[in-house]
């Protein structure tokens, strides 16, 4: 058993335990993204998510994360959640970085729903504005 098995485990049954506790999906994320298995960890940070106070921090950790993975090539297959559109990408991206404008997760995802050039769901075309406001949420992730 590597490290991660064995962590994984123990966060599984944690959410046996404990099945509306949002922090063991996230840490159960966590440990499944690092191990690598990208497809695998989305759904548990979709799962925190649906599990933490709208608005708060930790929801926003977890929707940043969710969008992290599901971008991802490895996760053209995962299931994506009804908000993966460009006009709700746009909303939610907001909500995420005004509920924790110090995550770096957030900032970017903010950044890169505005700038329009991730190929993983079609963004209609840009302003001046949202591309401006991209930039800067690039550089307050650069920042942090």
């Known amino acids: ?43 548990r940070f979709l799962e925190a998510k649906e599990r933490e106070p709208v608005g708060s921090e930790d ?9 992290d993975l599901l971008k991802l090539d490895v996760c ?4 994506k959640p009804e908000w993966w559109n460009d006009e709700e990408l746009k909303a939610l991206s907001a909500r995420v970085v005004r509920a924790a404008p110090d995550d770096v997760d ?27 406001e991209a930039a800067t949420h690039y550089e307050r992730a650069a920042a942090l």
Do not use: C
Not at 113 to 126: H, M, Y
């Open 1 to 43: 058993f590597s490290v991660w098995r064995k962590a994984a485990k123990v966060y599984r049954m944690a959410i046996a335990l404990k099945p509306d506790n949002p922090v063991s999906y996230f840490n159960l994320g966590n440990v499944i993204n690092q191990s690598g298995h990208h497809a695998e960890a989305a759904p």
């Open 76 to 79: 053209a297959e995962v299931a």
């Open 106 to 132: 957030a900032n970017n995802m903010r950044a890169e729903v505005l700038s329009g050039k991730e190929s993983a769901w079609e963004a209609g075309p840009r302003s001046a504005a949202e591309l401006m």
């Open 59 to 67: 929801w926003a950790k977890a929707t940043a994360a969710a969008f």
